[in-house]
Structure formats: C-alpha cells, structure tokens
C-alpha cells in the first residue's frame, strides 16, 4: 500500500522559518513533490526531488532522503501570503502515472 | 491562457441525479488525471488516463465513468449521485515524455454540492 504521513497543521510568525516533514512508505520511488494550496484554489507546483539532498528555490528548499523515506519543505522569511496548505506527493511507478498525495499540512502565519 | 481548464466551476444538485464536469488541457499534455478533494483537503486519485487510454482507475463506484474524447479533453460523468459525492474534484495534466520529474498541472477545481 501507499502510506504518506505529514502533520495536520502548523503555525509561524512572519519572518520565522517553518520546516514541514514528511515521510512516505510507497510501493515504488520515481520522485517526490510538494504543492502549495491556497484555500478555494487549484495546488501549484513547488518542487521535485528524486536525488537525496537539498534543492533550493529562492525562499522555499525541500529535502529528500530516501533511505529513510523522509522529506521536508524549509519556507524561509516567512510572509503572510504563505498561508496555505502544503502537500507531499509520491510518483511511486513510471513516469506518467499518478502522483499519490499526503493529507496535507496547513500552515498559518501570523503577524 | 495555457492552461487546464473545469466546468462548471460550481454544481449543486439532488440525490439520484447524474451530472458531467468537463475538463480541456491546452498544453500539450498527454496524461490527465481526476482527483477527488474531500472536506479534509486530501486530494486522492480516481483516474487517469494517457493519449486517451485508461490507465489508473483507483477504487471508484462504477457510477464514475470518465470519458476522453481526445488526448485533450477528460470528462467526467457521475450517474445516480449520492451525498457522500459532495467534494472538490479536480482535473490536472501531466506530459508523460518529460520523464519522473513532470509535475501534475491542475485544474481550478469542480465543487459538487449534492443534497
């Protein structure tokens, strides 16, 4: 089975840094994705790791390791536009296929 | 605009009724996907297809029955509706040839309201 675990919510002040994790236990590994979901909106692409590291992207960084099935998304100088829900998917098969998303965590920054 | 694009983006209707959500992608792609968004935001995979060929079709009433007509289009019929149908169901394309790293594309998303 597929199985991504991720907390349900979380909390920051502007300017802070805010690390959501998420680990996964899937039938196969082709990457692992984050999405940003404002409510009432379509999710957005984030990011895309398939090499354990980090990947940087201006204020957002994910990291990936896969030999423990674990990932985090760093949101750093945080603002209030970044309020929102963040989701962790898995492509567990070949490229193509579905992504197969985590619960989500929403995230509210306060000022 | 490229983009994938749903209607209607609102449908409220009775039990028993059975209503369609279209779904058009101008990408290029050729994966698309439904997804269902339940009120606890989890957003789980109920079909997808690839150049108009079913290749997913998760654990969904038979009552679901997605159409493509097109590497450009997927619809989605939903016979005889229930309560418990009432979510968000988003469409989204992916474009296979990219490899693993091509990301989902949503669409704005469908709320269905039955009552």
């Known amino acids: 089975g597929q199985n991504i675990d991720q907390p349900t919510e979380m909390t920051a002040t502007e300017g802070a840094i805010v690390q959501i994790n998420c680990t996964y236990q899937t039938s196969g590994f082709n990457g692992l994705f984050w999405y940003q979901q404002h409510a009432g909106e379509a999710p957005t692409f984030l990011s895309y790791n398939v090499l354990d590291g980090l990947e940087e992207k201006g204020r957002f960084s994910s990291f990936l390791s896969r030999s423990k099935g674990y990932s985090y998304l760093l949101l750093k100088e945080l603002q209030m536009k970044d309020s929102a829900s963040y989701l962790c998917?898995?492509?567990?098969?070949?490229?193509?296929?579905?992504?197969?998303f985590g619960k989500g965590t929403t995230l509210s920054v306060s000022s | 605009d490229t983009a994938v694009s749903q209607t209607p983006k609102y449908l409220v209707t009775q039990m028993g009724n059975d209503k369609s959500i279209k779904c058009e992608q101008n990408l290029g792609h050729d994966t698309m996907y439904w997804y269902k968004q339940d009120s606890k935001k989890f957003l789980k995979i109920m079909f997808s297809y690839n150049n108009k060929e079913l290749i997913i079709n998760e654990t969904v009433p038979n009552r679901f029955s997605p159409k493509s007509p097109d590497k450009a289009h997927l619809n989605l019929h939903i016979n005889s509706l229930e309560l418990g149908d009432s979510a968000v169901y988003f469409c989204?394309?992916?474009?296979?040839?990219?490899?693993?790293?091509?990301?989902?594309?949503f669409g704005n998303g469908t709320r269905l309201t039955v009552t």
């Open positions: 989204a394309s992916s474009r296979r040839e990219l490899g693993y790293n091509s990301p989902l594309h």
């Open positions: 998917a898995v492509r567990p098969n070949q490229a193509g296929t579905a992504l197969i």
